[in-house]
């Protein structure tokens, strides 16, 4: 991730946590570029999100960078709210149980729970207003429906295909990769329904839902960035009329 990308974020995300508002009460004038991808387990949303990245910054104005958030999402919404990073751990893409999160709350250990996933949902919501934002996971695709210029995307694959790739990625049997992808998708499952009372499996949550067990992770880039580049010439034209 370009340092460049990381600063203008963050000096946007401290200038709206100063502020005393919910960050979705407002409509933006010109709405934001941005994807979310939502992901089966060792559907390749990591290299995905690297390729849709390539594709649009090397098609983009002169001063214009897309960046990937991912896996530093929740230590950046800590850091965002003065808040020890010891605390991501109360933060998996499965909540912890209910009687865990009493009693930390009882003894200190940690803010309310849901405290904390409000504040990741606005982290999200920042990034996408802050433009150009590439998010993977946690729901983003939900935190940010109300938003205008979003393109949501779901990669799916059939399971055999998934635990290969897992396989080779992380140097394991196709067996364990298999288990593994079932409990991580169970996990993020538990996440969405928790969070958003939402099914991730759902495909009306989505403006595309790819298949990369048929297509590699390059086509299925250059289909999102088609529409992403569409989605902003529409919006573009309805602005001019307006």
Avoid: C
Wanted: proline residues 3%; positive net charge.
């Amino acid at each position: 991730m370009h340092a460049l990308a990381l600063d203008r974020a963050e000096t946007y995300l401290n200038s709206q946590w100063r502020e005393s508002r919910t960050p979705w009460a407002l409509k933006s004038q010109n709405p934001p570029a941005f994807v979310t991808v939502s992901r089966q387990s060792g559907s390749g949303g990591t290299a995905f999100a690297r390729a849709l990245a390539r594709q649009l910054n090397g098609e983009a104005p002169e001063g214009t960078l897309w960046t990937i958030y991912e896996g530093n999402l929740t230590t950046r919404m800590l850091e965002s709210n003065h808040l020890s990073t010891r605390f991501a751990r109360y933060l998996p893409e499965d909540r912890i149980s209910e009687v865990n999160a009493s009693i930390g709350e009882l003894v200190g250990l940690h803010p309310n729970l849901w405290e904390l996933v409000q504040k990741m949902n606005e982290t999200l919501h920042d990034l996408a207003e802050s433009h150009h934002a590439i998010l993977v996971g946690r729901g983003a695709n939900f935190a940010t429906r109300r938003m205008e210029g979003g393109v949501h995307v779901r990669l799916v694959a059939p399971a055999e295909y998934r635990a290969r790739y897992l396989a080779l990625l992380y140097d394991m049997s196709e067996r364990d990769a298999l288990i593994l992808n079932a409990k991580r998708d169970a996990a993020r499952r538990r996440y969405v329904k928790a969070t958003f009372s939402a099914d991730v499996d759902d495909p009306r949550g989505y403006d595309l839902v790819l298949n990369t067990g048929e297509m590699t992770l390059s086509e299925a880039a250059t289909i999102a960035a088609s529409l992403v580049k569409a989605r902003q010439r529409t919006l573009a034209s309805q602005l001019k009329s307006a």
